[in-house]
């Protein structure tokens, strides 16, 4: 089924039930050597004659189109788990000064800011995207801090990007934009050369395995689940330690109990272990989540309460098939159902007739109805630069966040330490300046001009400066 309340247009498909697990069968080298297919065919799509062949360029095109999805669309990049509109829409706001500190700004000035300066597509393409990143039962750790109505898991929309308003959150401010101006990350120009944009942020938290994310592109997919925070920080702490002091490396087993499985925001539980073992030890694999229900009395009635659903299943879609269900008799002992939710959680009610066995409704409803369902994962993302599609496991995902999260440190350090050098030069000229000060005062009174002058201050030969 479908839950994506506002996906990503064709910038992000966010919705599990468009993931086809086909498109995942591919091998890492077929992916690579698909990849590079797609260079040459694109390379080879230049030829500028009159004559044209038309199969071929037919096939050239499509080539660069398929291209063109893969590296700048629909895939995440490993490093910094964004795809390109999330990473220009972050960067605009950061932009804006939409801090979690300042008041909210229109949604509208967003996207025309992102549209204007790096993301030339639709419109609604960028405000969905926008919005998918506020839902809090979209992603466990939202980036965008919304106000206003964007969504619900009803597959409520949200409202036009003129009434709703926007900041950034604590997590995305401080987690991703807080080291930009520290030479961390190459800046590349715009689609018009007027601007310049990072081609990567400079994650301080695996945010492609700690909020998920889901795309289809030309002949793969990606459709990553989310995690617990604390779990990753706790594997991620593990690895670096085993680098860092040589080590006995973190086997699988102590890595997968560290992180058991994926944690999704609208709760649920998982079943069995198996399925999430293979996703990691893989990259590719399925996982069953199954609701969290409890029995209740009703008057004479019992009743089975609904408190958490599987991640993106749509709560109306939900009753509504189960209604259909109950009225052509494929699934008996049901006598009302009802949705009770407010504000402070979910509450769906399904009360069953006096002569219904609960626990059998129940593994009907389970074996029947999407409160039981299978996610279907694969851990595919852009790797090296942002243009090879790869295939990750658990592990090789947190290894190559730490690998740019140490080359990120590296380079802030660099640039620290140059501008600490730079000012201790100053500094240096400054007191050597003040020691000697009637020596300067005469040497500047007797230069021609002022060029005349800072030569001969600089002058390393210069015996009348000394400390």
């Not at 993931?19 to 260079?39: H, K, V």
């Not at 942020?201 to 989310?226: D, H, R």
């Not at 996610?375 to 993302?381: E, H, I, P």
Request: charged share 25%.
């Amino acid at each position: 089924m479908s839950m994506n309340v506002n996906g990503d247009d064709d910038d992000s498909t966010d919705e599990a039930g468009s993931f086809d697990p086909s498109m995942a069968d591919m091998t890492e080298s077929e992916m690579a050597t698909a990849a590079n297919d797609l260079l040459v065919a694109a390379a080879a799509s230049t030829d500028t004659s009159d004559s044209i062949d038309l199969p071929n360029e037919i096939s050239n095109s499509f080539m660069q189109y398929a291209l063109s999805i893969i590296l700048g669309r629909a895939l995440p990049d490993a490093r910094d788990g964004l795809k390109p509109v999330h990473r220009r829409i972050l960067y605009a706001m950061n932009g804006l000064s939409l801090k979690p500190t300042t008041s909210h700004r229109k949604c509208a000035r967003v996207v025309g800011e992102v549209l204007g300066k790096y993301h030339p597509h639709g419109d609604m393409a960028v405000y969905d995207a926008l919005v998918r990143l506020a839902q809090t039962f979209s992603t466990g750790t939202p980036l965008i801090d919304g106000h206003g109505n964007f969504g619900s898991i009803d597959n409520d929309p949200a409202a036009a990007m003129r009434y709703t308003e926007c900041r950034l959150t604590k997590v995305s401010s401080e987690t991703l934009l807080d080291d930009l101006n520290l030479d961390t990350v190459d800046f590349i120009a715009n689609f018009d050369g007027n601007e310049v944009e990072p081609t990567v942020l400079p994650a301080k938290l695996p945010i492609l395995l700690l909020n998920g994310c889901a795309g289809i592109a030309v002949g793969m997919a990606t459709n990553v689940p989310p995690h617990n925070l604390e779990e990753l920080m706790k594997a991620c702490i593990l690895l670096t330690k085993s680098r860092l002091t040589d080590g006995k490396p973190l086997s699988d087993k102590r890595l997968l109990s560290i992180v058991p499985g994926p944690d999704f925001p609208t709760g649920a539980k998982i079943i069995g272990t198996e399925g999430a073992k293979k996703l990691y030890t893989t990259g590719n694999g399925g996982v069953v989540v199954r609701a969290v229900t409890h029995f209740e009395t009703i008057g004479r009635r019992s009743a089975i309460i609904v408190t958490q659903l599987p991640y993106q299943v749509n709560k109306s879609a939900l009753l509504e098939k189960t209604a259909d269900l109950v009225n052509d008799k494929k699934l008996e002992g049901i006598a009302d159902l009802r949705d009770e939710s407010d504000r402070d959680g979910i509450r769906v009610v399904f009360e069953l007739k006096r002569d219904a066995v609960p626990a059998v409704v129940l593994n009907n409803l389970y074996k029947k109805t999407q409160l039981q369902t299978s996610f279907s994962g694969n851990f595919l993302a852009l790797m090296g630069e942002g243009t090879i599609p790869k295939r990750f496991t658990l592990r090789s995902a947190l290894d190559c966040f730490l690998d740019f999260r140490f080359t990120t440190i590296r380079r802030r350090s660099a640039y620290q330490l140059q501008k600490v050098a730079s000012r201790a030069h100053i500094v240096d000229g400054l007191l050597l300046a003040l020691i000697s000060v009637d020596e300067v005062i005469a040497m500047i009174r007797s230069a021609k001009d002022q060029s005349s002058a800072r030569e001969a201050l600089t002058d390393p030969k210069n015996k009348q400066l000394s400390l």
